[in-house]
DNA sequence: ACTATGCCCTGGGTGC
DNA sequence: TGCACCCAGGGCATAG
């Protein structure tokens, strides 16, 4: 699941790689048509071609790839998503939805078995995210943001927390981990949590962030960089996945980390040191 | 305005 | 080995 960590490693992977490049020709594959969002995919093909990559920029899990006609090519890789800079000789992988070839002997091959991730081509990249929040390690996301955010829900903080409206870029694996980097029960009603631990989990938001990215991001699942590589902090994490094993807090006396059910989406907590 | 639910999609795991 | 079933979940639409 490539939440904000996954999504800046492969966005400061390709910067070197793709900014300068010229798109030569586009081509979404039979069974992958779903992705293109604004426009038909042959008139997204069409339209992609012959532009220059300008830079690229990320929203939350967004990646933008600004292109020189003033335009942004959006990303959203969801679940499955993976976009690997590959030769363009090399033979195609199995879930292969669609590819971008480049005019220097490489492209971008979009792969993504669940066909969930979408494209967007438009003047304004908000245009694909009208209602997303600031960017959760950008410097709008502010202890004051947070505490307001919070404060108008009633819902478990671990649901808000997933609301890219409260802080674009966070998924179910650092919403858990930021929780018990705060020591704050999952289950707690968002506006419950008292000023001090918003701060605090402010901090923690940050921190889960950071420390994913340090690693590269999380392989649980499919996840891989622009090189096809693993990250490394699927072996780091706290609490995500790792339900039945000992929390590593000293005064948890080894008390075992739960799994349990929030907003429909499976949550790991210790219930010894993340308070309500 | 808020919250809850269902939908999309399919590989991989489980149980028989 | 085969097969039915269930789960994973980000963001959006819809309903309450």
């Given at each position: 699941m490539p939440e904000l960590p996954e999504v800046e490693t492969i966005r400061r992977d390709l910067e070197p790689r793709v900014?300068?490049?010229?798109?030569?020709r586009v081509a979404i594959h039979p069974g992958g048509?779903?992705?293109?969002?604004?426009?038909a995919p042959r008139e997204l093909e069409a339209q992609l071609a012959g532009l220059r990559i300008e830079e690229l920029g990320r929203h939350g899990k967004y990646l933008l790839v600004h292109l020189d006609d003033d335009r942004t090519w959006v990303v959203h890789l969801r679940m499955t998503g993976l976009l690997l800079l590959r030769p363009l000789e090399e033979s195609s992988g199995r879930f292969e939805r669609a590819r971008i070839d480049f005019d220097d002997g490489t492209g971008l091959r979009f792969e993504d078995s669940r066909k969930f991730g979408t494209w967007h081509l438009v003047e304004?990249?908000?245009?694909?995210?009208?209602r997303a929040g600031p960017?959760?390690?950008?410097?709008?996301?502010t202890v004051a943001w947070l505490r307001e955010a919070l404060g108008r829900r009633s819902v478990p903080v671990k649901t808000a927390l997933l609301d890219q409206r409260v802080?674009?870029?966070?998924?179910n694996i650092y919403a858990d981990e930021a929780l018990w980097l705060a020591g704050i029960d999952p289950r707690a009603a968002s506006n419950g949590i008292g000023p001090r631990r918003v701060r605090r989990l402010h901090g923690a938001v940050q921190q889960a962030l950071l420390d994913g990215l340090g690693d590269r991001g999380s392989s649980f699942d499919r996840y891989r960089d622009a090189f096809g590589k693993s990250g490394g902090h699927h072996l780091r994490v706290h609490v995500f996945r790792r339900d039945g094993e000992p929390c590593e807090?000293?005064?948890?006396?080894g008390r075992r980390i739960s799994r349990t059910r929030i907003g429909g989406r499976a949550t790991h907590y210790c219930g010894s040191c993340q308070r309500p």
């Open positions: 900014v300068g490049r010229r798109i030569e048509e779903r992705v293109a969002i604004t426009h304004d990249p908000r245009e694909a995210f009208p960017d959760a390690l950008s410097a709008g996301f802080a674009a870029g966070v998924g807090r000293d005064r948890c006396r």
